[in-house]
């Protein structure tokens, strides 16, 4: 959402101050810089990068236009979750498990938390870690490293789509450029035509050179900026979910075993401990 508001702010102020001074708006209207450009940078995009990676970038980019997607909310509902899961299998022991984590996506129990069930990477990296420790074989200190490579691949993956969008956005004034020289090439020539007709080909060539330092310092970067930090929400809440998880395994009670999940959520969305209590005693209420 403030992603929107920030989109509108950078464009308000940039027409809104060309106007101030008077400035003629259809001059700015330049279609031919703007696919010089546009096609240009979708061009290095597609050279540069594997179609799977072009694909998470629009991806990403329509999911920080939207609200963020780890708040408090999301963080109270997955302690309570957690807390129900680890109260079953205390009292089942962790065999109990076995048909819920085995097909999460037919589980009666994970149906109750439909943002987690719909978020597939959370949903597998819990199921999978719980289906390691299930084979009993398995010490916490290799389960947590098993976690922790995980978590490191996950990242690496989520960090390329940033990296992508982050070189396009810096080829931006570049392109600009070229788009400013191919119009002072139509300029020359024009030279000997009406300075009316003279003028408005050198507007438009500058137009290149305003479009392709506005994309890269008023768009994309901010956006690459943003995306990065989404994908470090989503490290953090990979942390929570393995705090909590090493914790159990480790042979802690179900309700010390989120309040370390709970301590691992960053402060501006953590759950006080009264909250998270009351929301898994809600919890065990409505069971």
Partial sequence: MFSIIGIVVVIGAVIGGYLMEHGNVQVLLQPAE???IGGAALGTLLIANPLGTVIKIFKSVLGILSSGKYSKTRYLET??????LFS??????LVSLEAHIEEPENSEFFKKYEPFLNDHHALHFLCDTLRTALSGTVSHYDL???IETDMDVHHKEAHKPVSA???????LPGLGIVAAVLGVVITMGALGGPPS???HK???ALVGTFLGILL???FLSPLAVNMNHANEAEEQYYHCLRAGMIAFVRGAAPILAVEFSRRSIPAEVRPSFKEMEDACRGEKAAA
């Fill in 144 to 146: 947590d490293q098993l």
């Fill in 216 to 218: 890269c310092y008023g």
């Fill in 197 to 199: 007709e003279i003028g």
């Fill in 34 to 36: 703007l696919v010089i």
């Fill in 79 to 84: 302690l309570k979750m957690l807390n129900d």
């Fill in 202 to 204: 050198v507007a438009a």
């Fill in 88 to 93: 079953m299998a205390r009292k089942g022991g």
């Fill in 165 to 171: 969008l982050t070189t396009v956005a810096d080829a």
